[in-house]
């Protein structure tokens, strides 16, 4: 296991063609593929506590159970649907080849390509760094991971744990900031994954493009939940308060903001508060509630609600505390729900990814409103339809294009393994999970064989008599 902390360009360049040249001499067959993915899930599974002690001290504070859902068990869950299904992945499939071509055969192989670079995020640190580096593992690669500088304690535990898992020609981990970041984006990867925001992710593209390494880039963007006529507000405040709360609303797919007809709005307004106050109490208990990463995220959240106040914009604060307790829930980085109403498309809480616990409701007097409004913002990475009408819900998802969609619920297509989990346009490239995963790390190659005799061998100059006749014939 090679570890490098605050590493040099030319130390992660060396770390690099490390790993390469070790894969090279050795690709990795079924037996260890396996092998390494069950060493992992036996590490991982007794390193549980572990692992949420360390995130928990990154955040202030995250509930264990939030971390148990949203890392343990996505992780191991990943790992296991891998396991069970790497030797059918891993066998090359028939293709036809047609008559003119027999008697020849035809198959396709998914080959390793060499090393994976890993770019992981802050939000969810073990879950958006092992789900990527299984894929990898998988499909019979290296991998090189940076994870994110924002949770070092838990950075720190993944250094830890793959140490042990994995020999240090095969995995390795660079801690360092953002200038660390930059020049690992920069190598010469065979495939490099990032997991972050848009902003960051073209800087990404652009790093690797020199090198044309192939990019996977899960970004984020303004997630939608679209409310129908039919749909119960209780029901639908019930399961749109875990897309948005859970983890403070810092989830790339969770709920960016809702669309809800007009008529039922402050039902729905009323309903959202009273899930609030069921989850956290009337006195806002934070047991359960996740702090903001950073005091710069917290300023920036911050900043949105200042916003909307400057525009005159209504903004209800179900838990709003005198001042005393107010700077005392900052200097913890609490930021209790916000119910921001009608905002207008200029409002920075509709301008930007929110990415925390502020939720924009706008209200629509027809579906081809509402649809409207999600197609004059930018590819989401999830869209949210809630209705029991098949008809709304088809002209919702056919009318929009989003890089995932939940009916009826929201996040849980994330922990589908069968289901590709990927962006389109800005909200990201490519997908991962499951065999997609295993697909995005491996060459598809071809292979055409040839027979001892082959109808190829007449295909040659001179062109005259039977052998034109044969071409005229082939080419009708």
């Not at 020049?183 to 800087?203: N, Q, Y």
């Not at 929009?400 to 929201?410: E, F, H, I």
Request: proline residues 7%; neutral net charge.
């Amino acid at each position: 296991m090679d570890i490098t902390a605050d590493a040099t360009p030319a130390e992660l360049a060396a770390t690099r063609e490390r790993l390469r040249a070790a894969w090279q001499a050795r690709k990795p067959d079924y037996a260890q593929r396996r092998g390494d993915l069950e060493r992992l899930r036996d590490a991982f599974r007794a390193r549980i506590p572990a692992m949420d002690a360390a995130i928990r001290a990154d955040f202030g504070h995250r509930s264990t159970h939030e971390n148990l859902i949203s890392e343990a068990m996505v992780t191991l869950s990943e790992i296991d649907h891998a396991i069970a299904r790497l030797r059918r992945w891993m066998k090359p499939t028939r293709a036809a080849v047609g008559w003119k071509f027999w008697p020849a055969s035809a198959q396709v192989r998914p080959e390793p390509v060499g090393v994976i670079g890993i770019l992981s995020p802050w939000n969810y640190p073990v879950n958006l760094a092992l789900v990527p580096l299984v894929s990898a593992i998988a499909a019979g690669n290296h991998a090189y991971l940076k994870p994110s500088e924002h949770t070092p304690r838990t950075s720190a535990f993944l250094r830890e744990l793959l140490g042990e898992v994995f020999p240090a020609e095969r995995v390795a981990v660079a801690l360092g900031g953002p200038e660390v970041g930059a020049a690992f984006a920069a190598l010469p990867f065979d495939h490099l994954l990032f997991t972050g925001s848009t902003a960051v992710g073209r800087k990404v593209m652009a790093a690797a493009a020199p090198n044309l390494t192939p990019v996977t880039l899960e970004l984020g963007g303004k997630a939608p939940a679209l409310v129908c006529s039919d749909f119960p507000t209780e029901l639908a405040a019930a399961r749109i308060a875990t897309g948005k709360w859970f983890n403070a609303g810092q989830t790339c797919i969770g709920v960016d903001y809702v669309l809800v007809d007009a008529g039922r709005r402050d039902e729905l307004v009323a309903a959202l508060q009273a899930e609030l106050r069921a989850r956290y109490g009337d006195a806002f208990s934070t047991d359960d509630y996740t702090r903001i990463i950073s005091d710069a995220q917290f300023a920036r959240l911050r900043g949105y609600i200042d916003d909307a106040h400057a525009r005159d914009i209504e903004v209800i604060e179900p838990f709003a505390a005198d001042e005393a307790t107010a700077r005392a829930r900052a200097a913890q980085r609490i930021f209790p729900p916000v119910l921001v109403l009608e905002p207008g498309q200029d409002a920075d809480v509709m301008r930007h990814e929110i990415f925390g616990p502020i939720l924009p409701i706008v209200s629509y007097r027809t579906l081809d409103e509402a649809i409207g409004r999600i197609n004059a913002l930018e590819r989401p990475l999830a869209l949210y339809p809630f209705g029991f009408r098949g008809d709304d819900i088809e002209r919702i998802v056919a009318g929009t294009l989003a890089g995932g969609v939940t009916v009826n619920d929201t996040l849980v297509h994330f922990g589908v393994h069968d289901l590709p989990f990927g962006g389109i346009g800005p909200s990201g490239i490519g997908a991962i999970h499951g065999k997609t995963g295993f697909d995005a790390f491996s060459k598809a190659l071809p292979v055409f064989r040839q027979r001892r005799l082959a109808a190829s061998d007449w295909l040659k100059p001179p062109y005259r008599g039977r052998v034109d006749r044969l071409v005229r014939w082939l080419a009708k």
